[in-house]
């Protein structure tokens, strides 16, 4: 009998390895992903959205497993992206900021590429993606979004218009637009040379930058007559 029982225990054995080898091919592959907090919001409607920037929430990304089912902080191990970035950026840790130069809403994704499971066992490799929707509350309180006056100097002619939209002219004119954190300014001579900005907060060749304030702005484009006309 002596034989017959080693001969089982054996088997139990050699069961037992196989199994366990199976089970490792499916151990803890990733199926999905959710983001702590899943919305976010920045700002308000009586809060102009330039004063929003550098308002910045900490994400999480908890990554669902199976076999056996687990659920981990995976934050560091996704790629972050933001489909909105001039609204909402995030960074490689999963850190939103507003940028203060539009409101809405973007969407936050974290992605991750799996090509084995956390055994380092091969697979066939499957691309798991969770989300989250940041918001940027647009103001609507005209009082603390004043005008901005686009002043022409020169005796030369031409046009300029805004983005967001609200100006457009070929001499001097204002508008308000309020929920904007920043008004980009575009010059287009018309048969004459573009002679420069000023009162920009920033300024390169035909655009000018004028972040949105508490205040009255003005900027002044010079046009100037074409010296190829003069000749």
């Not at 970035?85 to 940028?99: E, F, K």
């Not at 066992?121 to 005008?147: E, R, Y």
């Not at 060749?205 to 190829?228: D, K, Q």
Request: aromatic content about 4%; glycine content about 10%.
């Amino acid at each position: 009998m002596r034989p017959i029982r080693s001969k089982l225990f054996l088997l139990l054995i050699v069961s037992g390895f196989l199994l366990s080898s199976l089970s490792c091919g499916h151990d803890q592959q990733l199926v999905s992903i959710s983001i702590q907090p899943p919305t976010e919001t920045f700002g308000a409607a009586n809060i102009p959205v330039n004063e929003d920037a550098g308002l910045n929430v900490q994400l999480r990304a908890l990554g669902s497993y199976i076999h056996p089912p687990v659920t981990k902080d995976i934050t560091a191990q996704v790629t972050w992206t933001s489909n909105t970035p001039q609204m909402v950026t995030v960074d490689s840790a999963g850190l939103i900021t507003a940028t203060g130069e539009a409101c809405g809403n973007t969407l936050i994704s974290a992605t991750v590429q799996t090509n084995h499971s956390s055994g380092n066992i091969s697979s066939s490799g499957a691309i798991v993606t969770g989300n989250m929707t940041a918001n940027v509350v647009c103001s609507t309180s005209t009082m603390s979004q004043p005008g901005l006056t686009v002043k022409f100097a020169g005796t030369g002619s031409g046009v300029i218009t805004s983005s967001p939209l609200g100006l457009s002219c070929a001499g001097t004119c204002s508008a308000s637009l309020p929920g904007h954190g920043r008004i980009v300014l575009t010059a287009k001579p018309n048969g004459s040379e573009f002679a420069g900005w000023t009162g920009c907060d920033s300024a390169s060749g035909l655009v000018c930058i004028v972040n949105n304030s508490a205040s009255e702005r003005a900027v002044s484009v010079t046009f100037n007559p074409s010296t190829a006309s003069i000749r």
